[in-house]
């Protein structure tokens, strides 16, 4: 451990406490034992000690209390208890230029391409064509899953979470922000990317290479040797 990277390690530290809490959160869900119950609450707890350790290298100030409550609330009963990461949807559109739809998020200010939560009752290719109008006025057709993305892995997400990235074709609509969600949209060539734009040092070279005719298989984090330790090169 001792090559880790504080971050890295960091990252580990809030994967741990996440998989630690879902793994609680499940067995209360399931269980009518009320002294399972008290034994998963204290996992909870020890899952948010971890958590807190690593807002406190991220400078983030949050007690542990904090966590415990907000994981205790979301809870459930039986099936509906099981804890499963998030899905998020990601819509990588490309237009006959070659340029790709990045959308301005209007809280951050930071360029991504339109993502958008699953909902449910529609599969995740009518998310994604369902978010890309939404989000930008554009309508877009999908072509293909690039791939699947562990976002707590990747190091943008704080909680499980799955983006499903799907590739696109711009097919009609006009430039039109969502007022509440977007700050600006537009369509960018490879070389002219808005700053910041987040994450395209991984779905840059993929997206634009898709956009370009060059359909590949669709890509998946590959599996680490040590599942629960990590590996400090990982």
């Known amino acids: 451990m001792s090559n880790a990277q504080p971050q890295d390690f960091t990252r580990d530290l809030i994967r741990w406490s996440e998989t630690l809490a879902a793994i609680a959160r499940t067995g209360m869900g399931f269980t009518q034992s009320l002294y399972e119950k008290e034994r998963y609450e204290e996992v909870l707890k020890v899952a948010a000690d971890i958590k807190s350790a690593t807002d406190d290298a991220l400078e983030i100030r949050r007690e ?3 966590f415990v409550q907000e994981w205790m609330e979301s809870v459930g009963e039986g ?3 099981y804890v499963t990461p998030k899905v998020a949807i990601g819509a990588i559109v490309g237009n006959e230029k070659g340029e790709i739809l990045l959308v301005q998020r209007k809280d951050s200010g930071v360029w991504l391409y339109p993502t958008g ?3 449910v009752g529609y599969s995740p290719a009518e998310v994604a064509m369902k978010e890309v109008e939404e989000e930008t ?6 072509l293909q899953l690039l791939g699947v993305v562990d976002g707590m892995r990747m190091g943008f997400s ?3 979470m799955y983006m499903l990235l799907f590739h696109l074709r711009a097919t009609g609509g006009e430039l039109n922000g969502h007022p509440l969600e977007t700050g600006d949209v537009g369509w960018f060539a490879p070389d002219a990317l808005p700053t ?3 994450g395209a040092q991984w779905w840059g070279d993929m997206a634009f290479a898709a956009i370009a005719g060059d359909v590949r298989p669709a890509t998946f984090d590959a599996p680490r040797e040590n599942l ?3 590996d400090a090169t990982d």
């Open 64 to 66: 542990q209390d904090h």
């Open 79 to 81: 099936v509906p208890g």
């Open 117 to 119: 939560w699953a909902d």
């Open 137 to 142: 006025g554009i309508t877009a057709e999908p």
């Open 158 to 160: 704080r909680f499980g």
């Open 196 to 198: 910041p734009t987040a």
């Open 228 to 230: 629960w330790r990590g």
